[in-house]
């Protein structure tokens, strides 16, 4: 069965250093999204992707977020300059076109803890 | 705008005993309905969703819920718990004008005792 991989797995970084997290969509989806996850709190939405560009975004998104499809396959988030406020589970989540109710598939998230 | 709200934040069952997790939700427009779960350490798994094709929804693992649009109420349920569905549930909204984002509730976590 196809599924949303991510890479990598945990990543510890200083404050201040830029991160790049990576997501292998499955093949045939459209539609990519970032969300992020603090440690006891809800998950939250970042931004949605489609067609090479951001559909929509949150608040969280700020400036020092990207996103990006650099070779067709990995769709990427990047933090430019992290803060200690930015540790959290990052799940990234893809869906086929269509209906509102097609379901989004989650990777398994990559662990991000800013020292 | 739309919203979920988990109405408990932690529900303890015995083994073999029912299984009722509440959501509630608020949405302008006809919504998708979904709930999640998340094993310890593990990532986010889709056990059911509403499509408006019928309001009693089941799902996997014997787990089902009913969308009552009059009560706003999506609650998720199970005739008999078994120990492995100790986990974080998460009620969640979809609407289209939101580019199809993903609104969670906050998540009630499911203690199975023996």
């Known amino acids: 069965e196809p599924e949303v991989t991510q890479t990598p797995s945990h990543q510890v970084t200083q404050m201040g250093q830029e991160v790049i997290l990576r997501c292998v969509p499955i093949?045939?989806?459209?539609?990519f999204y970032w969300y992020r996850q603090i440690l006891g709190q809800k998950v939250e939405f970042l931004v949605s992707?489609?067609?090479?560009?951001?559909?929509?975004k949150s608040e969280i998104f700020d400036d020092q977020f990207s996103v990006e499809r650099p070779d067709g396959s990995n769709f990427t988030l990047k933090i430019r300059s992290t803060k200690l406020e930015d540790s959290a589970m990052y799940f990234c989540?893809?869906?086929?076109?269509?209906?509102?109710?097609?379901?989004?598939?989650f990777g398994p998230g990559t662990r991000l803890t800013v020292l | 705008a739309q919203s979920v709200t988990q109405l408990d934040s932690h529900v303890s069952v015995s083994e073999g005993t029912p299984v009722l997790l509440r959501c509630n939700y608020s949405?302008?427009?006809?919504?998708?309905l979904f709930w999640y779960v998340q094993h310890p350490n593990k990532g986010l798994q889709l056990l059911l969703k509403?499509?408006?094709?019928?309001?009693l929804v089941k799902g996997i693992n014997g787990f089902e819920a009913e969308f009552k649009k009059s009560e706003t109420s999506f609650h998720l349920t199970k005739p008999s718990a078994h120990m492995s569905d100790a986990a974080e549930y998460f009620c969640?909204?979809?609407?289209?004008?939101?580019?199809?984002?993903?609104?969670f509730g906050k998540g009630t976590s499911l203690l199975v005792t023996p």
């Open positions: 949405s302008s427009y006809s919504p998708s």
């Open positions: 093949s045939n989806h459209l539609y």
């Open positions: 989540a893809t869906r086929t076109s269509g209906r509102a109710y097609n379901e989004q598939f």
């Open positions: 992707f489609y067609n090479n560009e951001i559909s929509e």
């Open positions: 509403y499509t408006s094709a019928a309001t």
């Open positions: 969640v909204v979809s609407v289209w004008n939101s580019g199809y984002a993903l609104n």
